[in-house]
């Protein structure tokens, strides 16, 4: 007796890879490929291919990278040695030296030096600092593991993040190479980006929002909005960036110093309210006490509701920018392409 199963939600495998194909640049070489890399990413995620899923990756991927697996990245080999020399300084290594072991061969025969001058793409750059880590004790000294290429792939993905989710769930293709090599690929580097971008819970009513995660990191704007309403209840100007604690985890932060101006009036210790802010970079923080008692002392003092949901306010630094960006330049650009992608959505296409 055939299993009775459910019918999954969003389009079927051969719809979902036609809509791509028709939403995708028409002069985008091999769309068959990437239409079925994106449905793969999807389905391996077991996210349903529906239309908002669809676009919010084209409108991710189209920002990013304009539908380039290892995009190009100008002035590559200008931002490499400053980064070299950067790491040598901090390394107490005189520059006579580093000119030394750039002018030693790598393993493709070119000097160190010729290959960055060559570079292109952060691919390239990768694997050229992976082999001037392991071929070149200079390199070990103040590279250490660290290969300084953060990012990469179509939907320029987080390395870092790619890494740890691929610890926690298996990857689904063969993996010839290190995780890392993964993300410069358009299989890899899309399934890593969508991961970033869907596969989480996420208290959301409109997609801006996750966009500006994908930017800024997880629940990020779940965050910006908790330290807006922390500056409300408090009266005390707050960083609206999404960051609840330092990265080090150690230093008293700015939300966590304003958040300890309330612990009388919302009836928290300091401990409890550390121990919320904890949270802050998982699901289910706006269930704590300190997420709803500062909502609730906010609101009633001000006498208005408040968003739950509000775009980090972040410059965004990088060598590779030449003029300044912010993550809400970056979430309302995507959302833009995501409000067009739906509006080309075929009209059979089911939500």
Same mark, same amino acid.
């Given at each position: 007796?055939?299993?009775?199963?459910?019918?999954?939600?969003?389009?079927?495998?051969?719809? +979902?890879?036609? +809509?791509?194909?028709?939403?995708?640049?028409?002069?985008?070489?091999? /769309?068959?490929?990437?239409? @079925?890399?994106?449905? +793969? @990413?999807? *389905?391996?995620?077991?996210?349903?291919?529906?239309? =908002?899923?669809?676009?919010?990756?084209?409108?991710?991927?189209?920002?990013?990278?304009?539908?380039?697996?290892?995009?190009?990245?100008?002035? &590559?080999?200008?931002?490499?040695?400053?980064?070299?020399?950067?790491?040598?300084?901090?390394?107490?290594?005189?520059?006579?030296?580093?000119?030394?072991?750039?002018?030693?061969? *790598?393993?493709?025969?070119?000097?160190?030096? !010729?290959?960055?001058?060559?570079?292109?793409?952060?691919?390239?750059?990768?694997?050229?600092?992976?082999?001037?880590?392991?071929?070149?004790?200079?390199? =070990?000294?103040?590279?250490?593991?660290? #290969?300084?290429?953060?990012?990469?792939?179509?939907?320029?993905?987080?390395?870092?993040?790619?890494?740890?989710?691929?610890?926690?769930?298996?990857?689904?293709?063969?993996?010839?190479?290190?995780?890392?090599?993964?993300?410069?690929?358009? /299989?890899?580097?899309?399934?890593?980006?969508?991961?970033? &971008?869907?596969?989480?819970?996420?208290?959301?009513?409109?997609?801006?929002?996750?966009?500006?995660?994908? #930017?800024?990191?997880?629940?990020?704007?779940?965050?910006?909005?908790?330290? #807006?309403?922390? @500056?409300?209840?408090?009266?005390?100007?707050?960083?609206?960036?999404?960051?609840?604690?330092? =990265?080090?985890?150690?230093?008293?932060?700015?939300?966590?110093?304003?958040?300890?101006?309330?612990?009388?009036?919302?009836?928290?210790?300091?401990? +409890?309210?550390?121990?919320?802010?904890?949270?802050?970079?998982?699901?289910?923080?706006?269930?704590?006490?300190?997420?709803?008692?500062?909502?609730?002392?906010?609101? *009633?003092?001000?006498?208005?509701?408040?968003?739950?949901?509000?775009?980090?306010?972040?410059?965004?630094?990088?060598?590779?920018?030449? =003029?300044?960006?912010?993550?809400?330049?970056?979430?309302?650009?995507?959302? !833009?392409?995501?409000?067009?992608?739906?509006?080309?959505?075929?009209?059979?296409?089911?939500?």
């Amino acid at each position: 007796m055939p299993v009775a199963v459910d019918r999954p939600a969003g389009l079927g495998p051969t719809q +979902a890879r036609e +809509a791509l194909q028709r939403l995708l640049p028409a002069t985008l070489a091999d /769309r068959a490929g990437w239409a @079925a890399d994106i449905h +793969a @990413a999807l *389905s391996a995620l077991e996210l349903p291919s529906t239309p =908002r899923h669809l676009c919010a990756v084209l409108a991710v991927t189209e920002q990013e990278s304009g539908f380039r697996a290892d995009p190009t990245v100008p002035g &590559l080999a200008a931002i490499a040695r400053k980064e070299i020399e950067r790491r040598a300084d901090a390394a107490g290594v005189p520059q006579f030296a580093v000119r030394a072991a750039l002018a030693l061969r *790598s393993p493709d025969g070119r000097s160190y030096a !010729e290959r960055i001058d060559a570079v292109k793409t952060e691919r390239e750059l990768s694997e050229l600092f992976d082999d001037f880590i392991d071929m070149v004790p200079l390199g =070990r000294r103040f590279f250490a593991d660290d #290969n300084p290429v953060r990012t990469g792939g179509p939907m320029q993905v987080s390395i870092a993040f790619a890494e740890a989710h691929a610890r926690t769930r298996r990857y689904p293709y063969a993996q010839p190479g290190s995780i890392r090599s993964e993300v410069f690929t358009r /299989r890899g580097g899309l399934y890593f980006g969508t991961a970033h &971008l869907l596969d989480y819970d996420a208290p959301y009513d409109q997609p801006l929002y996750r966009f500006a995660d994908f #930017n800024a990191g997880r629940y990020a704007s779940r965050n910006a909005a908790f330290q #807006n309403a922390l @500056a409300v209840a408090s009266g005390i100007g707050v960083a609206i960036d999404g960051d609840l604690l330092p =990265r080090d985890g150690a230093t008293l932060g700015e939300t966590e110093r304003v958040a300890y101006t309330l612990a009388g009036r919302i009836g928290m210790s300091e401990a +409890a309210i550390r121990r919320d802010l904890l949270r802050g970079a998982d699901a289910g923080f706006e269930h704590t006490t300190l997420h709803g008692r500062v909502f609730a002392y906010a609101e *009633s003092i001000d006498r208005r509701g408040l968003p739950r949901a509000v775009v980090p306010r972040i410059d965004l630094r990088s060598p590779k920018f030449t =003029r300044k960006l912010t993550t809400e330049w970056f979430a309302r650009r995507v959302d !833009e392409r995501h409000r067009r992608c739906l509006a080309r959505m075929p009209a059979a296409a089911d939500d």
